[in-house]
């Protein structure tokens, strides 16, 4: 009886530790303005989805999106002569705050936001795409983040914008959108050069877009930007993950980071766009050859899990 109570003891002492080497790992960003963590430790992002259950509609919605359809990294140095991917700026705290008008007010944060005069645009300063412009304050824990932004005679135009507290798990109310299609912030699903190469570790979830989306969104997702009804279409939020006996070692170091992450954190439907691009920030150390390399991965390798059900008002 006395063994028996002392083993008990042991596991008892015990678990707090082994519980704890399972904890969400930090996502931390560093800066010349101090290091800041890139939304708490227990955010749907930072979240290990290893063991999650699969979807029961995976294989209808891996289909739909392309089971045979390589996935392909949306960011590197340069492409037509302008940095490859979403870019972002690292601001201060004492950085002016400009007025921006917004197309889509009504589900935006109006600001003011803290644009430099050299604030770098998605697209570079002439692009047609998203042009997306993302800040972060890291003293403030602060992330800015706008769509389709236009310098203008009287100041900033954006089709819409969000602000996050990166300290905060609070979501945009339902429904509403942000610079994003699915109302997620943008920065927290980018692959980072200093992550994949320096730190040779993803902590987080990843984002990328489909063609075509369905009416509807998951949580942590807040918003659709589709008028299909088709239960097999990918609703945003939806939370996929690349499936554990695929196997990374043929290659390379730089693509097998992003794959573990895959594995380990898995990646959101974010925006409607072209099918498997995931998203990253462009870089000019970036080894666009290891990025290509991703492309020998298919929408079959991938499993959707189950996350929550999904809004459709």
């Known amino acids: 009886m006395k063994r028996s109570l002392l083993i008990l003891l042991i596991i008892l002492i015990t678990l707090p530790a082994i519980a704890g080497s399972k904890k969400n790992k930090k996502t931390l960003l560093k800066t010349k303005y101090g290091t800041v963590q890139i939304l708490p430790k227990k955010n749907p992002w930072n979240t290990n989805i290893s063991k999650f259950k699969v979807h029961p509609n ?24 302008v940095p490859n991917g979403i ?19 009504d589900e935006s944060d109006i600001g ?29 824990k602060q992330l800015f983040e706008l769509f389709h932004a236009f310098k203008t005679d009287k100041g900033w135009k954006a089709g819409s914008g969000a602000i996050f507290d990166l300290s905060s798990n609070a979501l945009r109310p339902k429904g509403w959108t942000s610079a994003d299609a699915a109302g997620l912030p943008i920065f927290p699903g980018l692959v980072r050069y200093e992550e994949v190469v320096i730190q040779k570790e993803i902590t987080h979830a990843l984002r990328f877009t489909v063609k075509k989306s369905q009416r509807g969104y998951i ?42 992450a895959l594995k380990k954190y898995g990646m959101y439907v974010a925006d409607n766009g072209s099918d498997w691009f995931i998203s990253g920030a462009p870089h000019p150390k ?3 050859d290891h990025l290509n390399s991703l492309k020998k991965v298919k929408g079959n390798d991938f499993e959707v899990i189950y996350t929550g059900e999904i809004v459709t008002k």
Do not use: C
Not at 58 to 81: L, R
Not at 87 to 105: H, R, T
Not at 129 to 139: A, E, L, N, Q, V
Not at 238 to 251: A, N
């Open 87 to 105: 870019p972002y700026v690292i601001v201060s705290s004492k950085q002016k705050k400009v007025p921006v008008k917004f197309q889509y007010a």
């Open 219 to 260: 949580l942590p997702a807040t918003h659709f930007a589709s008028k299909h009804k088709d239960k097999n279409l990918p609703p945003m939020g939806l939370r996929l993950r690349l499936k554990k006996e695929f196997d990374i070692s043929k290659f390379p170091p730089t693509a097998q980071v992003i794959l573990k």
């Open 286 to 288: 970036w080894n666009d």
């Open 112 to 140: 003011p936001y803290p644009i430099p005069k050299d604030a770098p645009i998605e697209g570079g300063s002439n692009g047609k795409g998203d042009r997306h412009i993302i800040m972060i304050d890291p003293k403030r």
């Open 58 to 81: 995976s294989k209808n919605f891996i289909k739909s999106i392309g089971a045979n359809t390589s996935i392909h990294a949306d960011f590197g140095t340069t492409w037509q002569g």
